[in-house]
């Protein structure tokens, strides 16, 4: 039986888990920046009377985008989305890899559709050198690149998991990951 889960080695799953983790270690980097920049701006406003006036457009338009999106296709990988398994134990092996198969390939084409969406937008503030109207003039594009990053990554990943369910589909083998594993 594969687990998913304990594919954790490097030279097995290849270039994807590269990206993926040091996408990952960038979010985590946001996190920190994320914080800092609050202490920063608590310490400015109360302590010396003199707030800082682009924290929110940096942590809302930024920090908290990289933080979701570049952390998604890792936390597919390493099974901490939500998953809801209270039949899986008595369904046959290929109901449960049918199942994950139709469901990956859902999946894949939404974030595929949210991928050219702002891939669209994307473009469109780079070749545009759009703006944010708040105090401090951020470029829009950079928000639009993050998404494209997290989403990208995620359709691959969830297209691996495609292949490896109808793999195990195929072979009859039991594939299904499940929360508590």
């Known amino acids: 039986m594969t687990d998913i889960k304990k594919e954790k080695n490097p030279a097995k799953?290849?270039?994807?888990?590269?990206?993926?983790?040091?996408?990952?270690?960038?979010?985590?980097?946001?996190?920190?920046?994320?914080?800092?920049?609050?202490?920063?701006?608590?310490f400015m406003r109360y302590f010396l009377d003199s707030p800082l006036n682009w924290t929110h457009s940096i942590i809302s338009s930024y920090l908290i985008v990289a933080v979701?999106?570049?952390?998604?296709?890792?936390?597919?990988?390493?099974?901490?989305h939500i998953a809801i398994d209270?039949?899986?134990?008595?369904?046959?092996k290929f109901v449960i890899n049918g199942g994950?198969?139709?469901?990956?390939?859902?999946?894949?084409?939404?974030m595929g559709l949210i991928l050219w969406k702002y891939l669209e937008r994307f473009l469109a503030s780079w070749t545009n050198n759009e703006i944010i109207s708040m105090t401090v003039p951020w470029p829009t594009w950079v928000t639009y690149l993050l998404v494209c990053l997290g989403c990208f990554f995620m359709v691959l990943?969830?297209?691996?998991?495609?292949?490896?369910?109808?793999?195990?589909?195929?072979?009859?083998?039991?594939?299904?990951v499940t929360p508590s594993q």
């Open 157 to 176: 990943r969830c297209l691996m998991r495609v292949l490896a369910y109808t793999k195990a589909l195929i072979n009859g083998d039991s594939l299904a």
């Open 13 to 42: 799953i290849g270039v994807l888990y590269i990206f993926e983790r040091g996408l990952c270690a960038v979010s985590a980097m946001s996190v920190f920046v994320l914080m800092m920049i609050v202490v920063i701006a608590v």
């Open 68 to 80: 979701f999106y570049l952390a998604i296709a890792d936390g597919l990988r390493i099974n901490t």
């Open 100 to 110: 994950m198969v139709v469901g990956y390939i859902m999946a894949a084409i939404l």
């Open 86 to 92: 209270v039949f899986q134990p008595y369904l046959p």
